[in-house]
């Protein structure tokens, strides 16, 4: 099966319009790109929330789930502890992972694919969206912020390697929807 088969009636959809814009630059005419609603998501490990985003967001439609791992330690709410990560980011440049999750549910099979990229947190050096000003690339010395602006972000993307990875259906994880039971736990921000 080709890629464009295998994608054919596949959306992005996010309620982020920064990631909207990026999921439009990296896809070009792959995948249709559109705004969505912003979707409940529960309290669990890293994989069961882009599974459980997945199964929420209905048949088709990709959803993408973003984390930090602080010092090993996953940080799955992270769009509630912007403020304490940027204050951690002036004491302590302690080193962070950023994972992107994509997932889908289609014909009764949930994918997710995985991209991540290792740096650590500093204090801001430019205005960004969400964790970009204090998440400086490893090897690079530049935040995520800065990149965008020089237009390279892209080059290291987290979100961009993990539609790399929905691209050439390298799956991270795959399960069947009738092996997720209904999600009992509670969610994010209760």
Known sequence: MTTVNRL???????SNKTKIAEYRRLSGNTIEVQPG??????????DQIALY?????????????SILVVDGEPLIDIKWRLEELTQRAQNDPCKVVWEVRLAYLQDGLVKVFLGSLEGRLRPWDVAGSGYDPIFNVLGVGQSLARLEIRGLKDQYSARARAFKALLADQYHLSINQSALPAWTGAYQNE
């Open 8 to 14: 054919e009636g596949l959306k992005i959809v996010s």
């Open 37 to 46: 609603s912003d979707l409940p998501e529960i309290l669990g490990s890293p």
């Open 53 to 65: 985003k997945a199964l929420e967001a209905g048949e088709g439609l990709i959803v993408e789930d």
